[in-house]
């Protein structure tokens, strides 16, 4: 039906009819699409997408607006920004499309090739459905096409002939390999008109041209599997080309190209780098292209860059920077380059795609709070916090003479998990260390090889992450809950570096699907990570094995885990799934989920997992309290029970899908599995799992496991061992604890979160923080007996209770409110609780901002909510709507709002601004 009318629509402007408005008096719209994303990106370069989705917001003309939508759109691409704006949608105009969509547009225009430019924009018309209720254009936005095929590609793989050799002592590691240069010469009759330059890499690369680094992200480009998959950046390099001689330099960094589990018979352990760049020309005859491309022209000279470490756990080292062998003018055409080697060509056989996420990028600038010079000798820095990034420091010192930097969490030792670098002088005795391709995690900075006390301004920290969007906020009158919000922001920030997310980036940096249940809402629910996600998702894809084995990790293989960790290959998309209405996450990742779930079946007996590989592949829950791992009983069910949540939340996969036959087929499957598990792991005289410790009951409570007789006394108990057992304190760990959480804000049990999250004393998050801590521990007693980590994932799930349960915005539970089109609001104000009178709370979901901010004083709540345009709310209040008010009216009498029986406790919100006043006595 949609494309009938597109086509019945276009027919009409073909026509000359006059009903279409014109841009000299399309003004009337009450909205305007703003914030336009291409594959979730603002104007992404080089995407290698047969058909990309486009995306935009909606803005308000006026703020006191009600009522706002999107009735119809409509988009416009043209191959040059000229042609669009002189409305010549030479590749696709999609004609006037009635829908109120405003995400996941797929372009359904001209065939896409390499290369290609695209720009875009829509115009919309807003829910009085007139001809003259239309939008302006929105401002123009673009993608381009880069290399879409293996034979898009003319370059060769190329690198140095030496090969990475992990050093044997990780305490005083010293490098085996430098980081190479590997460089070209060409020659340039005139400036071209546009340039573009392609770099894939095996390691991190940076590409300078004519002696200037070109762009601003670091460490690109984001990780993937290289074994399979190497990821390409876009540069535009135009505006770095001169007439003449020109010099493209690129620097390669090994980092993973290092990593032993991406090695294979045609890729050693080196980095490499395949590049092209295409020319465009101006010129009376029309346009002329010239092409540069990595081959056995081009030349290599080791840097005086140097990994240090094995890159591999737990010592991912540092680097060593040696003066001694700088080359002046390396990047430079005037340099003499007759002396440098011929690169090596390699074959790897691998898949080259678009690094399509937002690259690292320097976040944030910390300065040391002391600088001390001990006893010993050493220079102690104390960085204020615990941060991942790189480090700048200007010293001076002998020619020759070598500083070495540790980094520790512990202000009482001098290093945690062997990350260390070193600086050796050259003959000015100044120089400047500054990580390249490597980084750093820790609070305190010990040096060695200095004579004299540094200053503080000498030092600068350079926070790192994957450079996504800010979409959360929070704030309230209980400091308490404002620090352990901050806090888990913080430490998510320095675990996202590299387009996935780490358990923890000094002595792992694995990407663990366990630890990803316990980032997932909360990242999600606090920054725009679509596009990360949407990367992450097809890690898991690429690390599958053929038999449906699905690693613990990815892309990063190694580390220990169970289904908890890899069923993240479902639970995962499903998640993104709603949250930003993503379907193609499901299309691409179903295959993958169904031979899991076949992995699963092979391993199973009567409804039963069967345990396989020792106990390190197959754990339950994850460090709770006082304990490491549980027992194989409590794995056991821990895991039974998710297989049937994997089974249940592939069931609504399928449905999206329209694969009914597949989605009966895993919820009857689910049924047996349910049934076996109450029959193994059931005490039905107490209604407990296993153990009966609140992991347990909540995994079995979130998979739906209890009988419906059953559901109450299980949920009795749950709600016993956390506020009678543990006096109201968390009792659970990584899977466990993310699981607990999730299972009690779907039941909308703030009751039961508020105490654990208020808690100060051990085992609670209040309990890190006034021990010190700057970012959430590996474990809860942070005592350093288990050599664990100071900045880790693992009890990370609470910071997306403090939007969610306090402020109320509730994230989708199901498909059809998915992308936050319809959303629920419920202010979680806890009666009887002290400490809590004030939430100020937002999310900038895909479809728009939403604002819930509220107070109680004097028995009454005052409550601030904005529904942003073409969405609606479900309003939740905590008494009847006898006592509810807006804007000083009785909500029957007012604009926008909706409601059933004015005995019910909630109203459906159409877009615009409320305030409420709400007697809640």
């Not at 039906?1 to 629509?9: A, D, G, H, P």
């Not at 004519?210 to 984001?222: A, I, M, Q, T």
């Not at 350079?462 to 888990?488: H, P």
């Not at 304190?729 to 909308?748: R, S």
Request: aromatic share 14%; with cysteine; charged share 25%.
């Amino acid at each position: 039906m949609r494309k009938e009318i597109r086509v019945f629509l276009a027919s009409a402007v073909l026509l000359g009819l006059t009903m279409l408005p014109t841009a000299a008096w399309a003004i009337f719209s009450g909205v305007d699409p703003v914030d336009l994303r291409c594959e979730y990106l603002k104007n992404p370069l080089g995407l290698d997408v047969k058909n990309p989705r486009l995306f935009w917001k909606l803005e308000a003309k006026d703020q006191s607006s009600r009522g706002l939508s999107q009735r119809a759109y409509r988009i416009e691409v043209a191959s040059s920004e000229r042609l669009l704006k002189l409305g010549q949608a030479d590749l696709w105009d999609s004609g006037i499309v009635r829908s109120s969509d405003t995400t996941q547009i797929e372009y359904e225009g001209e065939a896409l090739r390499y290369p290609m430019n695209c720009w875009w924009r829509v115009r919309v018309s807003d829910q009085a459905g007139n001809w003259s209720n239309w939008s302006n254009w929105s401002e123009p936005a673009f993608w381009t096409v880069g290399p879409m095929r293996e034979k898009d590609w003319n370059a060769e793989w190329v690198g140095t002939d030496e090969v990475f050799v992990p050093s044997k002592d990780m305490a005083k590691p010293e490098p085996s390999m430098a980081n190479p240069w590997i460089r070209k010469t060409y020659e340039l009759q005139e400036i071209p008109a546009s340039a573009l330059m392609y770099v894939a890499s095996c390691g991190y690369h940076e590409l300078y041209i004519n002696g200037v680094r070109v762009g601003d992200e670091v460490l690109s480009p984001s990780v993937s599997d290289l074994s399979k998959r190497a990821l390409y950046k876009t540069y535009n390099i135009a505006s770095y080309l001169q007439e003449g001689k020109n010099s493209v330099v690129i620097w390669l960094g090994v980092g993973w190209g290092g990593y032993v589990n991406y090695e294979t018979a045609n890729k050693p352990r080196t980095p490499m780098v395949l590049a092209q760049a295409d020319l465009v020309f101006n010129s009376r005859k029309g346009k002329k292209e010239t092409q540069w491309v990595t081959d056995s022209t081009w030349k290599t000279h080791p840097s005086p860059s140097y990994l240090l470490g094995i890159w591999m756990w737990p010592s991912f080292g540092g680097e060593l920077y040696d003066a001694t062998k700088e080359l002046e003018g390396w990047s430079s055409p005037e340099l003499d380059d007759s002396s440098w080697k011929a690169v090596k060509v390699y074959t790897p056989g691998i898949q080259v795609s678009a690094n399509r996420v937002e690259g690292n990028r320097l976040i944030g600038t910390l300065k040391p709070v002391s600088v001390e010079k001990l006893d010993s000798g050493l220079v102690k820095i104390d960085m204020g916090c615990n941060y991942t990034g790189w480090l700048r420091f200007k010293m001076k010192g002998a020619a020759g003479q070598r500083v070495n930097m540790r980094w520790s969490e512990r202000p009482d030792k001098e290093n945690t998990f062997f990350l260390t670098s070193s600086y050796i002088f050259g003959d000015s005795g100044e120089g400047t260390f500054e990580h390249r391709f490597n980084y750093a995690t820790g609070r305190w900075i010990y040096v060695d090889g200095l004579d004299y006390l540094p200053e503080a301004d000498d030092i600068s920290g350079y926070v790192i992450n994957t450079d996504y969007e800010r979409a959360g906020s929070f704030k309230s009158d209980n400091e308490l809950f404002n620090r352990i919000y901050d806090t888990a922001l913080w430490t998510f920030e320095n675990l996202s570096l590299g387009g996935y997310v780490v358990d923890c980036p000094h002595r792992e940096r694995m990407g663990y699907g366990g630890d990803g249940s316990a980032t997932l809402n909360m990242g999600m629910g606090n920054f725009g990570l679509g596009a990360l996600y949407y990367k992450w998702a097809a890690d898991w894809r690429d690390v599958q094995r053929e038999d449906g084995w699905v690693p613990y990790t990815a892309p990063t293989y190694w580390g220990g885990g169970g289904p908890a960790w890899s069923g993240f290959i479902i639970y995962m998309p499903w998640e993104v799934y709603l949250q930003y209405g993503d379907k193609r996450v499901l299309e691409e990742t179903y295959p993958a989920m169904q031979r899991w779930l076949g992995f699963l079946e092979k391993n199973s007996k009567d409804g039963i997992l069967v345990p396989w590989g020792p106990h390190i592949e197959f754990l339950g829950d994850w460090l709770r309290p006082g304990f490491t791992g549980g027992t194989p009983e409590e794995d056991l069910c821990l895991n039974n029970c998710y297989w049937v949540y994997n089974l249940e939340l592939a069931a609504k996969v399928a449905d999206v899908l329209g694969l009914s036959s597949d989605a009966d087929t895993w919820r009857g499957r689910a049924a047996e599995v349910r049934e076996a598990t109450n029959g193994r792991f059931l005490n039905p005289e107490e209604g407990t799992y296993a153990s009966g410790l609140q992991a347990y009951q909540a995994m079995a409570l979130l998979a739906g496991i209890p009988t419906e007789e059953m559901q109450k006394e299980a949920w009795k108990r749950l709600e016993e061992d956390i506020l009678q057992t543990r006096n109201g304190h968390i009792h659970a760990g990584i899977t466990g604890g993310a699981f607990l959480f999730k299972a009690l804000q779907d039941a909308g049990r703030n009751d039961l979160i508020y105490p654990m999250v208020a808690a100060r004393d051990y085992p609670s998050w209040g309990d890190m923080l006034s021990k010190g801590a700057t970012t959430f521990w590996e474990d809860w007693e942070g005592d350093g007996s288990k050599n664990h980590s100071f900045l880790h994932s693992s009890y990370l799930y609470v910071g997306n209770w403090f939007i969610e349960g306090l402020g109320g915005i509730k994230a989708p539970r199901e498909s059809a409110h998915r992308g936050f089109r319809h959303f629920v609001i419920e202010p979680g104000y806890q009666p009887g609780e002290k400490g809590l009178t004030r939430v100020e709370s937002s999310y900038d979901s895909i479809a728009g901002k939403i604002v819930s901010n509220w107070e109680v004083r004097h028995h009454k709540m005052f409550a601030k909510v904005v529904v942003p345009p073409n969405c609606t709310a479900e309003m939740k209040f905590p008494v009847s709507l006898e006592n509810v008010f807006e804007s000083a009216e009785p909500v029957t009498n007012v604009k926008g709002i909706q409601l059933k029986d004015l005995r019910e406790q909630s109203l459906i919100l159409s877009s615009g601004t409320y305030f409420f006043e709400v007697w809640l006595k």
